[in-house]
């Protein structure tokens, strides 16, 4: 069954409207006599008459009236579709599941999230924070579209964009002997005080990493980095922090010193991933941008 195009119906509401060929045809930007032809098709198609024509005026029938309504709301459904299909183009209009590792989270989205908004008013931003390994199950299964990782990381299925890099810093407590040091190289670290995360944690990972594959005997393994800055405060070890957590609450501690790693300063590499796949390849490197450009603001 042939169905009327769009183009027949568009046309037929214009002369509706204006009850006048030649204007219709200026305001579809096509010729009086292509306009004719095609509401003449259109008649033919339906079996019906739609329009009186007479050499001084043309005036819609009733199937015509009512045809013409018809078509104002298919033409609009239309127009929703042309303006769905661009809305789409736009970047971060749309929402994005991101996930977060947390000891990034907690740092740098409280930075982030407002000029993230204001840069793209239509973005929404659902947030997810899990480790590491959990985090790649659920962007390879679809449950995310994205996730903010440290590296090194196994990221070799997907595709990725470094977003920054940064340096750790040791917290001790107060009083501690190193804190008469202004830089701690990374072989000063007293192995056997050194506090970890446990195992699933990236950062306990680049932790070891930065020890130079020194045997760590941690006598506390913590599941936060909160923990860990408790049991320093309470004389029981040091451990090592990233860099951007140093303006965060977590380090404002009255029993706890900083120092930083003396250069070449260890440190880790943050990437926005995503599947290679993925429909929305272009607003991840849209995303990936803008989080470079706030993390070096």
């Known amino acids: 069954m042939y169905l009327p195009t769009i183009k027949q119906l568009?046309?037929?509401?214009?002369?509706?409207?204006?009850?006048?060929?030649?204007?219709?045809?200026?305001?579809?930007?096509?010729?009086?006599?292509?306009?004719?032809?095609?509401?003449?098709?259109?008649?033919?198609?339906?079996?019906?008459?739609?329009?009186?024509?007479?050499?001084?005026?043309?005036?819609?029938?009733?199937?015509?009236?009512?045809?013409?309504?018809?078509?104002?709301?298919?033409?609009?459904?239309?127009?929703?579709?042309?303006?769905?299909?661009?809305?789409?183009?736009?970047?971060?209009?749309?929402?994005?599941?991101?996930?977060?590792?947390?000891?990034?989270?907690?740092?740098?989205?409280?930075?982030?999230?407002?000029?993230?908004?204001?840069?793209?008013?239509?973005?929404?931003?659902?947030?997810?924070?899990?480790?590491?390994?959990?985090?790649?199950?659920?962007?390879?299964?679809?449950?995310?579209?994205?996730?903010?990782?440290?590296?090194?990381?196994?990221?070799?299925?997907?595709?990725?964009?470094?977003?920054?890099?940064?340096?750790?810093?040791?917290?001790?407590?107060e009083g501690d002997p190193l804190t008469r040091k202004r830089k701690i190289s990374a072989a000063e670290l007293p192995m056997e005080r050194l506090l970890l995360l446990e195992e699933g944690h990236c950062l306990r990972d680049h932790a070891m990493s930065t020890c130079g594959g020194s045997e760590v005997k941690a006598q506390f393994q913590g599941s936060s980095l909160y923990t860990l800055i408790e049991m320093v405060a309470w004389g029981q070890g040091v451990t090592l922090v990233p860099a951007m957590a140093l303006e965060s609450p977590l380090l404002k501690h009255a029993r706890i010193e900083l120092r930083p790693l003396d250069a070449p300063t260890p440190h880790r590499q943050m990437a926005l991933v995503w599947r290679a796949t993925s429909y929305q390849k272009n607003n991840m490197v849209v995303l990936a941008d803008k989080l470079a450009e706030l993390m070096v603001g």
């Open 10 to 173: 568009q046309y037929l509401l214009a002369v509706v409207e204006l009850r006048h060929f030649g204007q219709a045809a200026e305001r579809c930007f096509v010729t009086q006599s292509t306009l004719s032809s095609a509401i003449q098709e259109l008649e033919a198609l339906l079996g019906v008459q739609l329009l009186e024509r007479t050499k001084r005026k043309v005036l819609p029938t009733p199937t015509g009236l009512e045809l013409a309504e018809q078509a104002r709301k298919i033409l609009k459904i239309s127009y929703n579709i042309i303006e769905l299909s661009n809305s789409s183009k736009k970047p971060l209009c749309n929402e994005v599941r991101l996930g977060v590792i947390p000891t990034i989270a907690p740092f740098l989205l409280p930075k982030v999230l407002l000029p993230l908004h204001q840069a793209f008013p239509e973005l929404s931003l659902l947030l997810i924070e899990d480790q590491s390994a959990h985090l790649m199950r659920r962007l390879e299964s679809g449950e995310i579209d994205c996730a903010i990782l440290a590296l090194p990381y196994p990221t070799e299925k997907l595709e990725s964009q470094l977003i920054g890099e940064e340096g750790f810093w040791v917290a001790m407590p």
